[in-house]
């Protein structure tokens, strides 16, 4: 079964003139997948969308089989969703924005949650405004594994956050899929958190995706090129793409590498590619097709 | 139903949340609170729960958080009203007991029971143009309109208060004679139908772009 189901959806803001157009997407239950893109992208707004906090200009929006829309109660009941910005009022302290955030999950899991809060090291009677960014970030993250969603949808979870707290929400995603078998969604432009714990990957740029697949195969059919630069003819240049070219040298992302290796042989360099050179790659395609 | 009573108290644990920041608030309405501006005080405490309360969790995105919840739209405008005519109540019944009081003491100034029902009709009318302000465009779009209605209001009381040392009893007998105390409440009662079903339907469709 599919977690996200979208199909046809289209976003449109007039004011900014950004749109979002998204034919078709499938997040697979049981998974992690990233959802990368640089600022600006609409990884937000898409998110937004799946909460029904925006509505789509066309197309639709499924989540665990409900229409995130007209069933929307049933499927937020259901998902676990840090936003970001949480909405909680700052000088509430902790207890009580538990305390008002509980009564709306019949599946609310005290003792769960009293365990994320230790773990976190936090104390419910201090306030949200004297939390720091990783702090705040840990008692959102808290409240929503604390009613067992099964999905959860995390809108850049780890930025602004040094590499301890960062590692520590990573840890808890993959045990969390682990325990519990949860669907986990997250937004991020940090490309080393996919990494180490992404299943999937979803890339996205200027509201348009630009690549989706399984993690692994995405990084272990293409290779990262790196040759002299009298070896880059146009034979090599069509067979890249996307290539820097410099006074020495190129370097490229080929999806053809064995074709390429028939071409360059043991001469060149060839590397598997990590999850921000592959964004990076297509990210660079696209603005010059663009341009 | 239980969904709604849950937003209410979400409201309620915000406001005590804010508790110091409206103690100060309720203390600089006292000061400047005449007992002959009895007529406008539902508006003073219903500013507390409504604009205050709005102000304060527009501040921290509070209304991306309520989205997320598991509840409908039409649920978070009904908890609003509720809530508003729940304060609506007490300030009737703070009013009607004062008056109860100032009457078996032999005070002179206060409302007369009879008088309740202008109470009222201020209150709703407050609610019925703050409310939906509030919600369909946050609070500091819905400044204005509050404003306005604060201007009206308390200039109205300070003009009468100008004429007559007993503006209310003064504003009673000036309208008793061709608007009846039932008039009065059905009037408000049709500004809070009104308002809340264009609240329901225009919030319904409010995107949380921030």
């Not at chain 1, 910005?85 to 302290?93: C, D, N, Q």
């Not at chain 1, 509980?102 to 899991?109: A, N, V």
């Not at chain 1, 979870?157 to 040094?162: I, K, Q, S, V």
């Given at each position: 079964m599919n977690a996200i189901e979208i199909s046809g959806l289209k976003k449109q803001f007039p004011k900014s003139g950004f749109s979002l157009d998204l034919p078709h997407l499938e997040v697979k239950e049981g998974y992690i997948t990233g959802f990368i893109g640089e600022n600006g992208a609409g990884k937000t707004t898409t998110l937004k969308l799946m909460m029904d906090l925006l509505f789509p200009t066309e197309g639709r929006v499924r989540l665990l089989g409900l229409?995130?829309?007209?069933q929307g109660v049933q499927v937020r009941r259901q998902v676990g969703y840090v936003g970001e910005?949480?909405?909680?009022?700052?000088?509430?302290?902790l207890e009580h924005l538990m305390r008002m955030t509980?009564?709306?999950?019949?599946?609310?899991?005290q003792e769960r949650f009293s365990g994320y809060i230790r773990r976190f090291g936090l104390?419910?009677?201090?306030?949200?405004?004297?939390?720091?960014k990783g702090q705040r970030k840990q008692f959102a993250l808290a409240m929503a594994l604390s009613h067992h969603p099964r999905l959860l949808l995390l809108d850049e979870?780890?930025?602004?956050?040094?590499p301890l707290v960062r590692q520590d929400i990573l840890d808890i995603l993959a045990e969390e899929l682990e325990r519990e078998g949860i669907t986990v969604f997250f937004s991020t432009h940090i490309t080393s958190d996919l990494d180490k714990i992404a299943d999937y990957l979803l890339f996205l740029h200027r509201g348009r995706l630009l690549l989706e697949g399984e993690k692994d195969a995405l990084l272990q059919s293409r290779r990262l090129v790196k040759a002299r630069r009298?070896?880059?003819?146009p034979e090599v240049a069509a067979l890249l793409v996307e290539a820097q070219v410099g006074e020495f040298g190129f370097s490229g992302m080929t999806e053809r590498p064995q074709e390429l290796y028939a071409l360059l042989g043991e001469e060149a360099v060839y590397e598997t590619p990590t999850v921000e050179e592959l964004f990076l790659a297509y990210t660079r395609r696209d603005r010059e097709v663009a341009a | 139903m239980s969904e709604v009573t849950n937003l209410v108290r979400m409201d309620l644990w915000k406001l005590l949340s804010l508790g110091k920041s409206l103690a100060i608030y309720v203390v600089v309405l006292l000061v400047f609170l005449?007992?002959?501006m009895a007529l406008v005080a539902p508006v003073l405490l219903l500013y507390l729960t409504t604009y205050i309360l709005a102000y304060y969790d527009d501040q921290s995105k509070g209304g991306c958080l309520a989205g997320s919840l598991p509840v409908t739209r039409a649920q978070q405008v009904q908890a609003k009203y509720l809530l508003d005519l729940a304060v609506l109540a007490v300030a009737l019944f703070l009013g009607t007991a004062c008056s109860w009081l100032a009457e078996r003491f032999g005070m002179q100034g206060g409302l007369s029971l009879e008088e309740v029902w202008l109470m009222f009709l201020a209150g709703a009318v407050f609610i019925a143009v703050a409310q939906p302000m509030l919600l369909l465009f946050g609070p500091l779009k819905a400044r204005w309109w509050i404003f306005g209605i604060y201007f009206v209001m308390f200039g109205a009381v300070a003009a009468l208060a100008s004429l007559t040392a007993a503006a209310p009893g003064w504003a009673w007998t000036l309208v008793s004679g061709s608007f009846t105390p039932l008039a009065g409440v059905i009037l408000g009662w049709a500004a809070l139908l009104i308002s809340y079903l264009v609240a329901v339907r225009r919030y319904g469709r409010r995107e949380f772009t921030d």
């Open positions: 229409d995130a829309h007209a910005t949480p909405g909680y009022l700052e000088g509430s302290r509980r009564p709306f999950y019949p599946t609310w899991d104390r419910l009677e201090n306030r949200y405004k004297d939390l720091s979870p780890t930025a602004n956050l040094d009298e070896l880059y003819t | 005449q007992f002959q």
